[in-house]
């Protein structure tokens, strides 16, 4: 018997005819590095530059505000957001006279917009929200964010985890008693990661639906790497690198995301200098040689971290661009050094992560019961992701398989199809409405 039909008819039953789905799994957002929106109230007794501002009488956003971001502006705005190390507490703290604090945990609009004036740059979950909220779903009561500080690691974060924990049950109370989805992007992906393994397996299996992980940072990147090295632009044309620069190497989540040991091979060379290679064995000598000894103190912190990848525990989906040139090294000409500027060698990924890392769930599908998805999404990048109509349907279909009407024909009866067959059945559903080419889905752990 061709199941198709059937399945097309309630597909088409449920997406044409206002359906509310009532068995909405909540969503709980987790950002990358750099994905919500950060506050900062000022009262400081010195400035870098005259036309700095030493005091604010309130709280101002001040993460990718384009209004801070221009000349001399740029100074002052450094000044107040980068951290300062102590290497004794292996702490950071921000700078004197300035208190930063976090906007709108539990609501959507800090994880959708970076940017309170929601210029279109400025846009983070913003597509997905509007996406679940045409399937059914309410910003704040069914689709709840989590944003964080995300300039520290997982080790100054840890009452985050506590409040996330709290928001979960929370959200899974205030939706009928219904398990939450985690939509998590980028360095989203490894702080969930040891979030999920810090839960009990009950905790998980009551609370939590699934993982679904884009641009997954999990093994993390050579661009952190080069972010050491010269700054990163954060993919904008207005900003200089080596300005960014001095921020970025405050923050120990760039530590955080320096390439994993369980992803690089010790001796892989990732800096070439006539003089001198460096790898992962001699990445100290990196930072003394940029003097910057405060970056192998965080690296240190955070390597526990890094060196934990158990298994979540829930069904995981990751979602993630390929064939993006991605740096993968860094090649200072022969006659210079560390101080002059790399060429940048590349290899696969989404342009910001490398593939192997994005890659990193395909380790859990022998180490879990519960099913790991993979589906690398062609040319898409780190941040295009998040609007890619390819992301935003496989959400929607993922949310439309909870729905027991749907499901049944799928998963239940004599019939037993697999997930494979249900994408196999999307891909024919986008090719028919001119969608760009579904990619393969690779699944594992599967019927
Ligand atoms: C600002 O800081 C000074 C000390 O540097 C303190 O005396 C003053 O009370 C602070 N003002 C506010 C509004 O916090
Ligand atoms: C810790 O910081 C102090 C002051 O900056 C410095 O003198 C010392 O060398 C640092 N120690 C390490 C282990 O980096
Ligand atoms: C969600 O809550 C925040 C603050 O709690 C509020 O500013 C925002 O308008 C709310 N959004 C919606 C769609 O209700
Ligand atoms: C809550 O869930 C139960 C079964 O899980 C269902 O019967 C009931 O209709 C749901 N209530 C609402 C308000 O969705
Ligand atoms: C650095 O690595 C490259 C490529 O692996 C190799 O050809 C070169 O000889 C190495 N240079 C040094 C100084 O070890
Ligand atoms: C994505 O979907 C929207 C709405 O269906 C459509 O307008 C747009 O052209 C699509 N984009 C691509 C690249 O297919």
Request: aromatic residues 12%; hydrophobic residues 35%; proline residues 6%.
């Amino acid at each position: 018997m061709d199941l198709t039909k059937p399945i097309q008819t309630v597909f088409l039953l449920l997406s044409f005819t206002g359906f509310v789905y009532p068995f909405l799994h909540p969503v709980v957002f987790v950002p990358g590095d750099g994905g919500n929106q950060l506050e900062a109230k000022l009262n400081k007794t010195d400035v870098v530059h005259y036309i700095c501002q030493k005091t604010t009488t309130d709280y101002f956003n001040i993460w990718l505000n384009l209004e801070l971001l221009v000349p001399l502006v740029i100074d002052c705005w450094i000044d107040n957001i980068k951290l300062t190390y102590d290497n004794a507490t292996r702490t950071t703290r921000n700078q004197p006279g300035v208190d930063v604090r976090i906007p709108g945990f539990g609501g959507t609009e800090s994880v959708e917009w970076i940017d309170p004036s929601h210029a279109s740059t400025g846009s983070y979950f913003n597509n997905i929200a509007d996406i679940l909220v045409s399937l059914g779903y309410t910003r704040n009561v069914s689709i709840k964010g989590a944003p964080y500080d995300f300039r520290k690691g997982p080790n100054e974060n840890q009452d985050y985890f506590i409040r996330l924990k709290k928001l979960i049950e929370d959200t899974y109370e205030e939706n009928n008693q219904t398990s939450v989805m985690l939509i998590v992007h980028s360095m989203g992906g490894p702080m969930s990661l040891y979030f999920l393994n810090q839960q009990p397996q009950s905790w998980k299996d009551k609370y939590v639906k699934r993982l679904v992980a884009l641009s997954g940072a999990w093994g993390g990147s050579i661009k952190a790497l080069k972010v050491y090295a010269m700054g990163d632009d954060l993919g904008s044309y207005v900003l200089r690198p080596s300005v960014m620069r001095a921020e970025q190497i405050s923050q120990p989540s760039t530590a955080y995301l320096l390439p994993s040991p369980l992803f690089w091979k010790p001796d892989e060379v990732l800096i070439q200098t006539q003089k001198k290679n460096f790898t992962l064995n001699n990445l100290h000598e990196f930072f003394d040689g940029i003097s910057f000894s405060d970056g192998w103190e965080m690296k240190k912190d955070l390597a526990p971290f890094q060196a934990s990848f158990k298994p979540p525990g829930v069904e995981v989906h990751c979602l993630y661009g390929n064939g993006v040139p991605t740096v993968e090294r860094l090649y200072y000409k022969p006659g210079t050094w560390l101080d002059g500027t790399p060429t940048l060698i590349n290899g696969d990924g989404d342009g910001t992560v490398n593939l192997r890392s994005l890659e990193g769930c395909q380790h859990w599908r022998s180490l879990q019961k519960q099913k790991v998805f993979l589906m690398p999404l062609p040319k898409i990048d780190h941040l295009t992701i998040l609007r890619s109509n390819l992301t935003l349907q496989y959400i929607a279909e993922l949310v439309k398989s909870d729905e027991p009407n749907f499901k049944e024909y799928i998963t239940e009866g004599p019939h037993k199809r697999s997930w494979m067959d249900k994408f196999r059945f999307l891909k024919k559903e986008s090719a028919q409405s001119k969608a760009p080419h579904w990619p393969d889905l690779l699944y594992v752990n599967d019927v």
